[in-house]
């Protein structure tokens, strides 16, 4: 708060110093123009000479600028030329020189992914790596290695890796069955976007910020993960395991999450919006605060889940299970409930403005102040008026 005080500080002054600047300088102008237009000697008013006297012959302040404002003004253009052309210079060699480190980087990392493919296929055909003991050396080696060059490559040839790895069958998403396990992998804050990482165990893995837009975790496991405020927007995690995984404030943006288990996991204010958890498994999952804007929940289990204040405005809810789950304070706006099963649920003070609870099971759920304004609560089955009477009916 201090530093943006100081910066606002600094700015003021330079504003107020250009202004005052900028006035005095006007001042002297007109001092000038008005000194210029009643005295002879500045050249600038125009006096005759009477033809019968001799006038004097002195050099007046305008003779003087003539003599000396031009070579001044071709030399200071001279010279703002030359900085702006020293500017250019530095920018083409600046540029040039990001070029080159970018090349040589880009051969580095090609290199490093060329020595690790042969020094695995040397593994694989001296070693018989792939008929190794669990508790072999030779398989210690693999992990290392491979963890090792993941860090240094780029998403394109950790592509590469990751398909070595599966075409070798060094890999499965099976835990405890991969012969080169990938499990407990330390990838915090690695650039992964597009990563094609499917049928692979990285369970217990730490992907703490990582960004993985668009990649492709479908059928893989991720079961136990760190998976805090990564960025998943339009990944691919279609029957992926990410049970009991950590998924604090994570980006799922229009993520692909059908028939996913997400069982216990923590979800607390992840985005979620518009994601497909079709048939997804949610039983016990914590929610608090997440957004799940016109995400589609049809059919999915969230049975027993924490939904306090989530936003599930304009959800597709249809057929889901939603048995002994909190959705206390949630947002349910237009959300479609219809034919889900809410039996036990907490919805105290939740919002179902404008809501489809046609066929809705509400056998013993908590109705405690929820809004049911233009909401077709007459349509929901098993609801008493007891409970009616508790909440907010317009």
Not at 158 to 168: D, G, K, Q
Not at 253 to 271: F, I, P
Request: with cysteine; charged share 25%; net charge positive.
């Amino acid at each position: 708060m201090q530093q943006k005080q100081r910066l606002w500080q600094q700015r003021y002054f330079i504003l107020s110093t250009c202004i005052l600047t900028c006035m005095l300088g006007l001042v002297l102008i007109g001092y000038l123009l008005y000194l210029g237009y009643h005295s002879e000697w500045t050249g600038f008013s125009v006096s005759a000479c009477p033809s019968n006297q001799q006038c004097s012959s002195n050099k007046t302040l305008w003779d003087w600028l003539q003599l000396f404002v031009v070579p001044l003004t071709l030399t200071g253009a001279g010279l703002w030329f030359s900085q702006v052309q020293k500017k250019t210079e530095l920018d083409v060699a600046q540029k040039q020189k990001e070029s080159e480190q970018s090349i040589a980087l880009d051969k580095q990392r090609e290199d490093l992914l060329q020595a690790y493919l042969d020094r695995m296929s040397d593994l694989l055909l001296e070693k018989d790596l792939r008929h190794a003991a669990l508790d072999a050396e030779v398989r210690k080696v693999a992990r290392v290695r491979t963890l090792t060059v993941l860090g240094q490559l780029d998403a394109p040839r950790i592509n590469h890796v990751f398909s070595f790895l599966r075409e070798a069958q060094l890999v499965s998403s099976k835990p405890g069955e991969s012969i080169v396990s990938l499990s407990q992998a330390d990838m915090k804050s690695m650039d992964l976007k597009g990563v094609k990482a499917h049928n692979i165990d990285f369970s217990g893995a730490n992907l703490y910020k990582a960004d993985l837009r668009g990649a492709d975790f479908s059928k893989a496991t991720l079961c136990g993960a760190n998976l805090r405020e990564a960025n998943l927007c339009e990944a691919n995690l279609r029957e992926a395991d990410i049970s009991r995984a950590f998924l604090y404030k994570i980006n799922l943006y229009k993520s692909d999450l059908r028939e996913a288990n997400l069982s216990k996991t923590d979800l607390r204010e992840a985005d979620i919006s518009r994601a497909n958890l079709y048939k997804a498994n949610l039983r016990e999952t914590f929610l608090l605060k997440a957004n799940l804007y016109e995400a589609d929940l049809h059919r999915a289990n969230l049975s027993e889940a924490n939904l306090s204040e989530a936003n599930l405005s304009k959800t597709d809810l249809s057929r889901t299970n939603l048995t002994k789950a909190n959705l206390s304070k949630a947002d349910l706006i237009s959300a479609n409930l219809s034919r889900g099963d809410l039996s036990g649920a907490d919805l105290s003070k939740a919002d179902f403005s404008g809501a489809n609870l046609s066929g809705a099971n509400l056998s013993g759920a908590t109705l405690n102040e929820a809004i049911l304004n233009k909401a077709n609560i007459q349509q929901a089955l098993n609801i008493t008026e007891e409970q009616l009477k508790k909440a907010k009916v317009y």
